[in-house]
């Protein structure tokens, strides 16, 4: 059979990721809370490190550096997503193989963990572990972004399909499965399935066996690592543009995607 040539990384970032934002939006906070602007950063579970690259290229005093786990994802992120940055910026990116868990001798200014990634933690004692490694790898003030989202729409058995174009390849459609929700363990399987332009089927392109953490109980572990404050960035989208502001309450909602933001100073 043939094989597609087709990366499932490509799509996976066509499907899920807004880079340029996360590097651009999120960071104001740090300058908001220290009156300086950011300009060293650590991306965990980095993937293929879109965020890593979008801050080195915004700026030629930014450096970041990647995390994760997976040698065919980061070799994805060098061969691909690092082919077009100049040599200045090269230097200025660092990827590495390793494990968030343990922390980094280098520090950095802000420390992001996206797309719910840290849902792979279930335990609340590696949950504790990761957050004592970020505060760890933080300058004496830095800022923890973290990506959660729930509400019962996440926890739902359903399928949401969405279509879009890719470049050198066509439309796209992308099938974001979740299977059967957990209320004692608070665990769920998630997966994200491919229809490529063709009719094949990439299935389980993508699966996450994620333990549901709620903002509460995230907040509370933040504190217990050390971080002294932590923030809730809410969602407030119009047809302009998404906007996340502070709030100490939320709206209930069916689905909310939020940002958890520890403080250390
Ligand atoms: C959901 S993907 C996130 C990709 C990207 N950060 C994003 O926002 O879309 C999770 C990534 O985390 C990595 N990962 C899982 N456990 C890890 C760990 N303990 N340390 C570092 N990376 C890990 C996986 O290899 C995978 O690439």
Redesign the pocket.
């Known amino acids: 059979m043939k094989k597609s040539s087709i990366s499932k990384f490509k799509l996976?970032e066509e499907a899920?990721?807004s880079p340029e934002w996360q590097a651009n939006y999120l960071p104001q906070y740090y300058t908001w809370l220290f009156g300086k602007p950011p300009t060293t950063m650590r991306?965990?579970?980095?993937?293929?490190a879109r965020i890593s690259c979008e801050w080195v290229k915004i700026s030629p005093k930014h450096r970041a550096t990647g995390?994760?786990?997976?040698a065919k994802?980061l070799e994805y992120a060098k061969k691909v997503n690092m082919a077009d940055m100049t040599p200045a910026e090269k230097k200025r990116i660092k990827l590495l193989k390793?494990?968030?868990?343990k922390p980094t001798r280098e520090k950095f200014d802000w420390i992001g963990a996206?797309?719910?990634?840290f849902y792979?933690f279930h335990e609340r004692k590696t949950l504790l572990k990761y957050f004592k490694a970020v505060y760890e790898s933080l300058e004496k003030k830095g800022v923890f972004f973290l990506e959660m989202a729930g509400g019962e729409g996440f926890k739902e058995n359903i399928s949401d399909k969405k279509k879009f174009k890719v470049d050198g390849v066509g439309t796209v459609q992308s099938v974001w499965q979740q299977k059967q929700y957990d209320p004692v363990t608070q665990v769920n399987d998630y997966a994200i399935h491919f229809k490529l332009p063709d009719g094949k089927w990439l299935e389980d392109a993508?699966t996450?066996h994620w333990r549901i953490w709620e903002i509460r109980e995230t907040r509370e572990i933040l504190e217990e690592a050390g971080f002294k404050q932590s923030m809730v960035l809410w969602e407030h989208s119009d047809d302009e543009a998404d906007e996340f502001l502070p709030q100490e309450h939320g709206d209930n909602r069916r689905d909310w995607l939020a940002y958890v933001v520890g403080v250390k100073k």
């Open positions: 996976y899920v990721q991306e965990d579970f980095c993937g293929t995390l994760d786990l997976d994802t390793q494990d968030v868990l996206y797309n719910f990634s792979t993508f996450y």
